[in-house]
């Protein structure tokens, strides 16, 4: 039984930092690539950065880029995602899932119909 388990989100004011991470349980190896997605207010869930299974790629929504960072440790069945979240904008405002889609590929394919375990999420408010 794979389980994710998030934590690290919170209310922040924009232009701060939070940092998320995700626990993974269950894989008896290390054959998946992780990623984070997040779903704002009243829009669809999106892909927000994502990871190889080696920790050797990394992949980013456009509007995230050079203010978020993806990183996974752990060579291990059981690795850990973090999210590194700066420069935080209203637009940011979302609940945070991570997911996991079991592949050795290293350009991975990242959208909500392809990731194969979900968590349920952390909340990330930034307000002022």
């Known amino acids: 039984q794979v389980q994710l388990v998030e934590s690290g989100g919170g209310l922040v004011q924009p232009g701060g930092s939070l940092r998320l991470s995700c626990a993974a349980s269950?894989?008896?190896?290390?054959?998946?690539?992780m990623a984070w997605f997040r779903q704002g207010p009243g829009k669809e869930r999106e892909f927000v950065a994502g990871?190889?299974?080696?920790?050797?790629?990394?992949?980013?929504l456009d509007s995230v880029k050079n203010r978020f960072t993806i990183s996974r440790d752990g060579a291990n069945a059981n690795s850990t995602v973090y999210l590194q979240m700066n420069s935080l904008k209203y637009d940011d405002t979302a609940v945070y899932y991570c997911?996991?889609?079991?592949?050795?590929?290293?350009?991975?394919?990242?959208?909500?119909?392809?990731?194969?375990?979900w968590g349920k999420g952390t909340l990330v408010t930034v307000s002022s």
């Open positions: 997911a996991i889609q079991v592949t050795y590929s290293y350009r991975p394919e990242f959208n909500v119909r392809t990731m194969d375990y």
């Open positions: 269950g894989r008896r190896h290390n054959d998946y690539a």
């Open positions: 990871v190889t299974w080696n920790g050797g790629s990394t992949y980013y």
